[in-house]
Nanobody
Framework: QVRLVESGGGLVQAGGSLRLSCAAS????????MGWFRQAPGKEREFVAA????????YYQDSVKGRFTISRDNVKNTVDLQMNSLKPEDTAVYYC???????????????WGQGTQVTVSS
């Protein structure tokens, strides 16, 4: 079992940057693959980025490649999403997710955080 709490959302102008952080509880954080998803108003939740249990592999949605970077710290039990060159279409609630399997965390992760709002103004 793992509990996830996101932070770092806010309002930023287009072209700006934000760093989201997700703090995970539990002693087995390092055995979980982690991911970030987002949901814009009126749209379905979509995958953004994922990272394997040891940080050796990462995977991104095409629209964020080169702009977003996912990273993790298995000592601090955190996973971060650095978002640069933000666009208004990045506006959404961002959710942290976890699953024991890297291939699953990109699709139907077993654990979710409560979400944090990111708003990008034009």
């Amino acid at each position: 079992q793992v509990r996830l709490v996101e932070s770092g959302g806010g309002l930023v102008q287009a072209g700006g940057s934000l760093r989201l952080s997700c703090a995970a509880s539990g002693r087995t954080f390092s055995s979980y693959a982690m991911g970030w998803f987002r949901q814009a108003p009126g749209k379905e939740r979509e995958f953004v980025a994922a990272i394997s249990f040891n940080g050796g592999s990462t995977y991104y949605q095409d629209s964020v490649k080169g702009r977003f970077t996912i990273s993790r710290d298995n000592v601090k039990n955190t996973v971060d999403l650095q978002m640069n060159s933000l666009k208004p279409e990045d506006t959404a609630v961002y959710y942290c997710a976890a699953d024991p399997l890297y291939m699953v965390v990109r699709r139907i992760p077993g654990y979710w955080g409560q979400g944090t709002q990111v708003t990008v103004s034009s």
